[in-house]
């Protein structure tokens, strides 16, 4: 048996931290400390850390949640991630049940802060600071070395200008968590917009991408672990490549990436409305083994509100976008967030966005309400709404859009979809009878976008199959392999 320290690395929030937390697993394991499994969790680790998210006010009280109930077990806890980095002391103050509180700059020595943790040093916990101040380093290139990705002479902190890390610490590392055959490739750190709704860039940064070779490195590695689709995830796939003098770049990259060896599926996530040029639609919907899938940040779609959030853009812009895109791929999936309530919100600005919900016909849609944000411009806006008036406008548009998503799922029924199996139907909760798989079909994400219930013969995990859809359940369908 192992006398090695445990640590349990619990990940909340979007794909992001869930890269963030293969880098932190691994830089742990190199720092001499064993992972806890999933049968052992928090009863079975000295510390627990929790990569915490801090985008809005539920996943805030969500990581606040996680946090206390892994002091409950008895466990040293460590605050990590977006809020951790996003209040620093102030969180440290008001949670004395977190042991630490560490931002992004401790992840180069994490080992060192849990050692910290164990000896009973409390080190105090960063002030925050607007990290758009701060000038980014480079990624480096690594090559895939065992199982872990290793950064070459990047082994230690001294090797790092003080306060200049990127958003996420200097990639060393990465160790899989949990397996399976999809994974989240980061393309970049951080965003250079200034959406007035959003504190992402103050705590995570100006925009640093990383260097294709990097990428494709990274991407080799993964596939020789079993991973059959990339999700490509960053707080804006849109602006890949520009630090880089290369608007195109991400153009460039999806052949490459779609011919790695073992990688039968690519996905793009997080695409900006305004910065999705005709030649990123060419490439998402003409490159063999890239998914026709759009993830569109369109937020809204009255012109004056969209103005309001420093965004661009209207009803029918977005409608033309979706017409280029389908011109295209006519059974491209699309997906999309919007925000209701937003200050100054009319209810003609509100129908206008039920109107473009309406003839869009989207996959998959996320509605929240608006609240404020500390540190954010729209937080200082004139013309909050009631919050019993956001409340029904959310209602409204969230019953409106699972009706419409399921009749956007209805339409596939008689289509063929290509669908990666990823898990068996009885461990997924199924009733089916005759069991079956359960997977995605090229329009659908992992986590967000409903599943496809798979029956036939022959049937392995990680395959991807060609089945006809024969029926649907709200935004999950069922298909049949011939």
Same mark, same amino acid.
């Given at each position: ?10 990940? +909340? ?77 102030? +969180? ?21 802060? +849990? ?85 992402? %860039? ?70 900006? %409305? ?68 937003? %200050? ?17 016909? +989207? ?23 009631? %919050? ?95």
């Amino acid at each position: 048996m192992s006398t090695r320290r445990k640590v349990s690395l619990i990940t +909340l929030g979007c794909a992001r931290n869930e890269v963030d937390s293969e880098e932190l697993a691994a830089r742990i394991e190199d720092a001499g400390w064993d992972l806890a499994d999933g049968a052992d969790g928090a009863d079975g680790a000295d510390v627990v850390v929790v990569n915490t998210c801090g985008f809005i006010e539920a996943a805030k009280k969500d990581s606040i949640d996680t946090l206390l109930a892994a002091h409950d077990s008895g466990a040293k806890v460590v605050a990590a991630g977006c809020m951790a980095e996003r209040y620093g002391s102030e +969180l440290a103050a008001a949670l004395p049940e977190a042991d630490a509180v560490i931002g992004f700059d401790d992840y180069t020595a994490i080992g060192d802060r +849990l050692d910290d943790v164990m000896a009973g040093r409390r080190r105090d916990a960063h002030t925050p600071r607007d990290r758009r101040t701060l000038l980014p380093i480079s990624p480096v290139e690594r090559p895939a070395h065992g199982s872990h990705v290793v950064v070459p002479g990047h082994g230690g902190q001294d090797d790092l200008p003080d306060g200049v890390a990127p958003a996420s610490g200097p990639r060393v590392l990465r160790r899989r968590l949990g397996g399976g055959p999809v994974a989240p490739l980061k393309l970049a750190s951080g965003c250079d917009r200034r959406c007035t709704f959003c504190a992402i %860039p103050a705590f995570r940064g100006a925009y640093v991408s990383r260097p294709p070779a990097e990428v494709l490195e990274e991407a080799r590695w993964l596939a020789d672990h079993g991973v059959r689709e990339l999700v490509l995830v960053s707080e804006n796939s849109t602006s890949y490549g520009k630090d880089l003098g290369d608007l195109r770049a991400l153009e460039k990259l999806l052949p490459e990436l779609a011919a790695v060896d073992g990688v039968e599926r690519v996905r793009v996530s997080y695409l900006q %409305p305004a910065e999705t040029r005709p030649g990123l639609i060419e490439a998402i919907c003409g490159t063999p083994g890239v998914a026709p899938y759009f993830d569109m940040s369109f937020q809204h779609a009255s012109g004056p509100v969209l103005r309001s959030m420093r965004r661009f853009g209207d009803r029918e812009r977005f409608l033309g976008l979706l017409d280029q895109i389908r011109a295209l791929a006519p059974e491209a999936g699309v997906r999309s967030n919007f925000i209701v309530g937003f %200050p100054g919100e009319t209810e003609d600005d509100f129908e206008e966005l039920v109107e473009f919900l309406s003839a869009a016909r +989207l996959d998959a849609v996320g509605v929240f309400g608006y609240s404020d944000e500390e540190g954010t411009e729209a937080a200082n806006l004139d013309g909050k709404l009631d %919050p019993a008036d956001v409340a029904a406008r959310v209602e409204e548009l969230s019953g409106l859009a699972e009706e419409l998503t399921a009749q956007r799922a209805e339409d596939r029924v008689g289509s063929v979809v290509r669908v990666l199996l990823e898990d068996k139907a009885e461990q997924a909760g199924d009733a089916e009878p005759d069991g079956g798989f359960e997977g995605r079909a090229e329009h659908q994400a992992p986590e967000v976008d409903g599943t496809v219930l798979v029956r036939g013969e022959g049937l392995a995990l990680g395959d991807i199959v060609e089945a006809r859809v024969v029926g649907s359940d709200g935004v999950d369908l069922i298909a049949d392999v011939s």
